[in-house]
């Protein structure tokens, strides 16, 4: 089993920075794509970012700009630099996974993370 961990949320003013983090740990043989998600109060689980393995970058609109995504396959993590942060940011973020675990059958599974909370607030 894959775990994920999420880590670096917290409460920022409107136009600050985070960056989260994601480490993956368990049976990994590989992480392939891996993303971010969030859920505002009252809604969906939206897309905001993904990187391939070969770390090509998605971005949801409103993403794109402000965020920028990255990883360290050294590190089974998964970044999510977080700028000029705006109340609409305000939601839970999960990471969010494709991952190999097991080597000699190479079959992948997908995992999401607990979640972390994101507060944009003056």
Not at 9 to 19: H, Q, Y
Not at 33 to 46: E, I, L, S
Not at 54 to 61: L, R
Not at 89 to 113: E, I, L, Q
Request: glycine letters at 10%; hydrophobic letters at 35%.
């Amino acid at each position: 089993q894959v775990h994920l961990v999420e880590s670096g949320g917290g409460l920022v003013r409107p136009g600050g920075s985070l960056r989260l983090s994601c480490a993956a740990s368990g049976t990994i043989f590989r992480l392939n794509d891996m993303g971010w998600y969030r859920q505002a109060p009252g809604g969906q689980r939206d897309l905001v970012a993904t990187i391939s393995y070969g770390d090509s970058p998605n971005y949801a609109d409103s993403a794109k700009g402000r965020f920028t995504i990255s990883r360290d396959n050294a590190k089974n993590t998964v970044y999510l630099e977080m700028n000029s942060l705006k109340p609409e940011d305000t939601a839970v973020y999960f990471c969010n996974a494709d991952a190999v675990p097991y080597y000699r059958d190479m079959r992948v599974y997908n995992y999401w993370g607990q979640g972390i909370q994101v507060t944009v607030s003056s």
